[in-house]
């Protein structure tokens, strides 16, 4: 018999089982909202006691059903997730699994098969790089082979000794085939219950479906069942589930004594593998659980799903909000060899590079517009994938041994630009993909430039000739013009040629591009569009270290390079020090670049400044968002003297905060700061100038308030993050019409 049309599944009810992982589980809630497909509810079930959980799920209110309970049975909670569900398919998602868009659609198509009952998909490794699993199936002792290569289809009939299972995380049953059989067994603690219930719905007739696609990311974390390294806590739970299952579902496949010798088995393994240090504990658990499961497991007396569970739970469907743009999502890649550490602790290079923190902003506002978003950022010793904010980031090790498509092209930034692409047409595999954003610096979107499979916009920002000026050394060594500055050069111009799209933070890159390079870029591909920044203002900060209470902080954020003005900063600081004592100066960011003389600027000014100024100077090198936040909001003047900026974005940031500015009146920064009402600029590389305005600050508190309140104001009204990505988006799109132009 069919268990299901196609026309029947109109909605889907998601399950999620919390315990002790408040720190995922937001983070799963926010993944749900981009899924694909027909409308879904989600049912959760946390534990009453768990107060993370709790702060998390009070933000979801009236967006999710929700059950607290203080039961700790999995079994138990995922029967209580039966009876809330309101809908003919129920996904079960861990509290730590991040389902891919496609997951809901690619996992319901599973159920238009005749008599499927069960469908999963692929599960991601702890890397979310590669595939834990794709297929399993498991056999009658309860052990499962999930190293499977095909499914397991052929095992699809009543009784047979293996079988096909899915495991809890990716997991999607027809409820009422489900219910069919009694739910879920609640003899199973912890462990089991998922494959049991596949075994049950084998027996009964039923199918189950392995899927290609459907894939999911769990991200372990500790909690009070397990360890971060996913070893378990409760040893009873597992080793009595385990000898109850190979009991109960013994249908005449193996003698009494085979599943004692498999137990004995298991147990060493568990031995092994268990975080218990008294083994005297582990050994009691043993005990108990062979009394325990051997009692259980012969009188076979299931504990069945009971309907005094939907006389209690049962309500109406409640369709989850998604984000979902009006005019259809679209898949974007932006690239940057920048970007921000991700959640557990994977440190990004230069995470203060105004390259990467655009990049940021910019993929979580498109994202949030409901977009599928992927970012390629430089990855450390491994690769791995992680959703962060709404986007899915792919930290990714440069590869080696890459064809040379050209010549001359340095081997680092072509490996690569090919490493990037590479990244880009595996996430094409799944969807297509609308359009790659990558920056010219670096030149990290020419293999996708040159292979022209996919549409390019590259973001103009400092170009290599102008952030040269402030390195002669380098330019004047003709080794490295050989083998870097030239062919370099000659890449940027040819991406700027022949890219589909431009991306301009400011019409002063523009303007600096065409003098530099003695080019006229393409007015109908080139868009200018200002960087949109989320308000930091309203997020933690970490205090930065206390002062008198009568100092005014002054702060410096960026890299300590010539280009950045760090020199006439420097300069003008031991004056300033000594006429004013009440003056502290926190300076932010790469500290170690070395100089003109190989020296870097910190060190030059250790070692000529006198004590005053060393006391009341301090340099922090580059520090995580939380702390930057708090130097923002503590500080009272923030300076950018650079030379040349495509945009600022230091000037932004202080704008966000409501600080007043002293930066130079040049390219990128003249449009962003609005000079004699939220800023005062000097003349770059003028040390008198910029000596001036900070004086006039220092002196001022009302006008350091004025120029605030000011610059505050003009952050909201041109510079959120809105406005930015519809521009970016539409950007995108007419890159692909271009591109699929030049195609035909």
Request: net charge negative.
């Amino acid at each position: 018999m069919d268990y299901l049309s196609v026309s029947e599944i109109g909605s889907a009810s998601i399950v999620i089982c919390t315990y002790g992982c408040d720190t995922t589980l937001e983070n799963t809630l926010l993944c749900l909202q981009y899924l694909e497909g027909p409308p879904f509810e989600v049912c959760v079930v946390a534990h009453q006691t768990d107060r993370g959980a709790a702060k998390v799920l009070k933000e979801w209110d009236g967006r999710i059903k929700l059950v607290q309970t203080t039961e700790r049975n999995s079994s138990i909670r995922y029967n209580i997730g039966i009876a809330l569900a309101d809908a003919p398919i129920v996904g079960f998602i861990d509290d730590n699994g991040l389902p891919e868009p496609e997951w809901l659609r690619q996992v319901l198509d599973g159920f238009v098969a005749p008599n499927v009952a069960v469908a999963g998909g692929t599960i991601m490794d702890r890397t979310g790089a590669r595939p834990q699993y794709c297929y399993a199936s498991a056999n009658r002792l309860g052990r499962a082979d999930w190293r499977r290569t095909a499914p397991a289809d052929y095992y699809n009939f009543p009784y047979s000794y293996n079988f096909p299972c899915v495991f809890g995380t990716n997991s999607a049953f027809g409820r009422e085939a489900l219910l069919g059989i009694g739910g879920f067994d609640e003899e199973y603690e912890l462990y089991l219950a998922v494959t049991d219930a596949c075994c049950r719905l084998i027996d009964a007739g039923f199918k189950i479906v392995h899927l290609p696609n459907a894939t999911v990311h769990p991200k372990f974390a500790a909690s009070t069942v397990r360890a971060s390294d996913r070893a378990t806590l409760a040893q009873f739970s597992i080793l009595k589930d385990k000898l109850y299952f190979s009991l109960v579902n013994n249908k005449a496949h193996y003698p009494l004594r085979r599943a004692i010798d498999d137990m004995t088995a298991f147990v060493c393994e568990c031995e092994t593998a268990c975080h218990q240090a008294d083994s005297r504990a582990f050994y009691a658990d043993v005990d108990r659980a062979w009394e325990v499961g051997l009692a259980r497991g012969l009188r076979s007396e299931r504990r069945l799903f009971s309907t005094a569970l939907l006389d209690r739970y049962a309500t109406p469907f409640l369709p989850f909000p998604r984000r979902i743009p009006i005019d259809g999502r679209e898949t974007f890649v932006f690239v940057s060899q920048q970007f921000t550490p991700d959640r557990l602790g994977v440190i990004g290079p230069d995470r203060l590079g105004g390259i990467g923190r655009h990049m940021c902003e910019t993929s979580r506002a498109v994202a949030a517009l409901g977009h599928q978003v992927h970012v390629v950022t430089l990855g450390e010793s491994y690769d791995r994938v992680d959703f962060e904010e709404g986007v899915w980031v792919h930290r990714t090790v440069t590869r080696n041994g890459f064809c040379i498509a050209q010549a001359d092209v340095p081997l680092e930034h072509w490996n690569r630009s090919c490493t990037v692409l590479n990244e880009v047409r595996g996430i094409s595999e799944a969807r297509p993909v609308t359009a790659v954003h990558a920056p010219i610096w670096c030149c990290q979107g020419a293999a996708v430039m040159i292979d022209r499979t996919f549409p390019l916009v590259i973001g103009l920002y400092t170009p290599l000739r102008s952030w040269l000026e402030g390195y002669p050394h380098l330019a004047a060594d003709p080794n490295i013009q050989r083998d870097f500055i030239r062919p370099m050069l000659k890449l940027e111009q040819r991406m700027m040629l022949e890219c589909d799209g431009m991306h301009a933070d400011s019409s002063a890159v523009i303007s600096e591009i065409e003098t530099k390079y003695g080019i006229v870029l393409d007015r109908s591909r080139t868009n200018v569009i200002y960087p949109g920044i989320a308000d930091w203002a309203q997020l933690p900060a970490i205090s930065s270290a206390p002062v008198p209470s009568e100092a005014v902080r002054l702060l410096f954020v960026g890299r300590l390079e010539r280009r950045k003005g760090i020199d006439v900063l420097l300069s003008v600081l031991p004056g300033l020090i000594a006429k004013y004592p009440h003056l502290f100066v926190d300076i932010v960011g790469n500290d170690t670049i070395p100089g003109p003389d190989g020296e870097t600027y910190r060190a030059m000014f250790e070692k000529a400044a006198a004590p005053a100024a060393l006391n009341r100077v301090r340099f922090h090198g580059e520090v995580a968002e939380g702390r930057l936040r708090g130097f923002y909001r503590d500080c009272d003047i923030v300076t950018l003297p650079s030379r040349f900026e495509s945009f600022g974005l230091v000037v932004l940031e202080a704008m966000i905060f409501g600080k007043p500015v002293v930066a130079c009146r040049c390219s990128g920064m003249m449009e962003v700061a609005a000079d004699g009402l939220t800023a005062l600029l000097g003349t770059p590389g003028d040390a008198s100038s910029l000596a001036s305005g900070l004086e006039r600050l220092i002196e001022d508190p009302a006008l350091r308030r004025r120029f605030g309140d000011a610059g505050r104001r003009r952050y909201e009204d041109r510079f959120t993050p809105g406005a930015m990505a519809e521009a970016v988006v539409t950007l995108l799109r007419h890159a692909r019409a271009r591109h699929n132009l030049g195609d035909m």
